[in-house]
């Protein structure tokens, strides 16, 4: 899959109704043959690509992608994310189960205290 990313950028552009003028101040360039030039690539430098994703609100980068090796090593970075998600997910239910465990643990020995202390109460009152 061919990627011509001076097309994407103006069809968004144009879609979001942004004239070359406006462009041109938002990625700060004096030379409107500068926007014009960028358009007709079909390959643009990391940094320009950042430039035009801040100008348009629009992720240029997301049209790679979907090429290798860029798509492999984006599923195996996102795969290993969601496995890092759920083993964490995992221990953060253990770890609230254990803090219920714990609160009932105390809410009985609390309970048992009090019991104790009416026992004790009760005991010292009948001498």
């Avoid at 430098?45 to 609100?57: D, F, G, P, V």
């Amino acid at each position: 899959m061919k990627i011509h990313i001076g097309d994407i950028i103006k069809r968004e552009a144009k879609n979001q109704g942004i004239s070359n003028a406006r462009l041109m101040e938002e990625i700060k360039v004096k030379n409107s043959q500068n926007i014009e030039y960028d358009l007709k690539q079909e390959t643009l430098s990391i940094q320009k690509l950042a430039l035009y994703t801040a100008a348009l609100n629009h992720n240029f980068l997301k049209y790679y992608t979907d090429l290798e090796p860029f798509r492999s090593f984006y599923e195996n970075e996102n795969n290993t994310s969601l496995e890092k998600i759920n083993f964490l997910k995992e221990q953060l239910d253990q770890a609230n189960r254990t803090i219920s465990m714990q609160e009932e643990t105390i809410q009985t020995q609390k309970d048992l205290i009090d019991t104790q202390k009416a026992l004790i109460e009760s005991l010292s009152t009948k001498k």
